[in-house]
C-alpha cells in the first residue's frame, strides 16, 4: 500500500494527534477526480502555501487567463478543497482559500480501477513535480549569511535493507517525531519564522540483478 500525504496529512495506518483546526479527509474517488488536474493542483498548492488569492493574483503567478483559473478555481470549491473567503472581497473579485484540512490517500483504491486509474496517474505525476519545485526553488534561493544558511537538509540512504514491517514502523516514528516538533498552531510565530515544507518519502526498490 502507498498513502500519499497532503497538507500535513497522516497516513491511515499512523494517524498523527488529533488536530480540531485541521480534520481528516480521506479522497474518494469523486474527490480525487476532481482535484488530478495539474493547474488545479498548482493552484490549491499556492492557496495551502501563500494563503487565499484571487483569481486574477493567480492566474499572473501562474501564468494563465483569468477566465480559466476562475473555471478551475470553482470545481476545487466544488469538491471541497477551497471556500470563498467569508468578508473579504467584492461581487466583481472574490477571494479563496485553501480548505484547513488533513488530506489523505491510499493508492490502492484506485490504482486498478480502470474509471479512476488515469486521475490517479495525473494525481502522482503533479505531485512528484510540486515535490522536486520545492526542492529546486530552496536551492535556487539565496540564503547565504543568514540563519537560515545550512539548517535545511536534503539526504538520501540507499544502504538499509528491511521487512514491510520494518518500513511501516520507520515511517510512522518518522511521522511522529514531525508531531512532536509541530508548533502550537494557536501560538504566534517567533518573529524569524518562516514557513518550512517538511517532505518525507519512504519506500522500497525491487532488486534488479545484472545479467
Given at each position: 500500500?502507498?498513502?500519499?500525504m497532503?497538507d ?39 492557496l ?7 483569481s ?14 476562475s ?12 471556500e470563498?473567503v ?17 488530506r489523505?490517500?491510499?493508492t ?12 490517479l496517474?495525473?494525481y ?12 529546486a ?9 543568514g ?22 514502523a ?9 508531531d512532536r ?31
Amino acid at each position: 500500500m502507498l498513502s500519499v500525504m497532503a497538507d500535513e496529512s497522516a497516513r491511515p495506518s499512523h494517524p498523527s494527534a488529533p488536530d480540531p483546526e485541521k480534520p481528516v479527509r480521506h479522497i474518494d474517488a469523486r474527490s480525487l477526480r476532481g482535484l488530478a488536474h495539474p493547474l488545479r493542483m498548482r493552484m490549491l498548492e499556492l492557496l495551502n502555501l501563500d494563503g487565499p488569492a484571487t483569481s486574477t493574483g493567480l492566474a499572473e503567478r501562474l501564468g494563465e487567463n483569468t477566465g480559466t483559473v476562475s473555471w478551475h478555481l470553482r470545481q476545487l470549491a466544488e469538491h471541497g478543497f477551497i471556500e470563498e473567503v467569508v468578508g473579504r472581497g467584492t461581487k466583481r473579485e472574490r477571494w479563496w482559500q485553501a480548505v484547513k484540512e488533513r488530506r489523505t490517500l491510499d493508492t490502492t483504491e484506485f490504482r486498478y480501477d480502470p474509471d479512476t486509474r488515469g486521475a490517479l496517474s495525473v494525481y502522482m505525476h503533479e505531485l512528484i513535480q510540486q515535490t522536486f519545485s520545492r526542492v529546486a526553488n530552496y536551492l535556487a534561493d539565496d540564503w547565504q549569511g543568514g540563519p537560515w544558511q545550512g539548517v535545511g537538509t536534503l539526504s538520501d540512504r540507499t544502504d538499509l535493507r528491511m521487512t514491510p514491517a520494518q518500513l511501516d514502523a520507520l515511517s510512522a516514528e518518522l511521522l511522529a517525531v514531525i508531531d512532536r516538533h509541530a508548533p502550537d498552531p494557536d501560538a504566534e510565530p517567533g518573529e524569524d519564522a518562516l514557513p518550512v515544507i517538511i517532505q518525507l518519502q519512504s519506500f522500497p526498490r525491487r532488486e534488479r540483478g545484472g545479467a
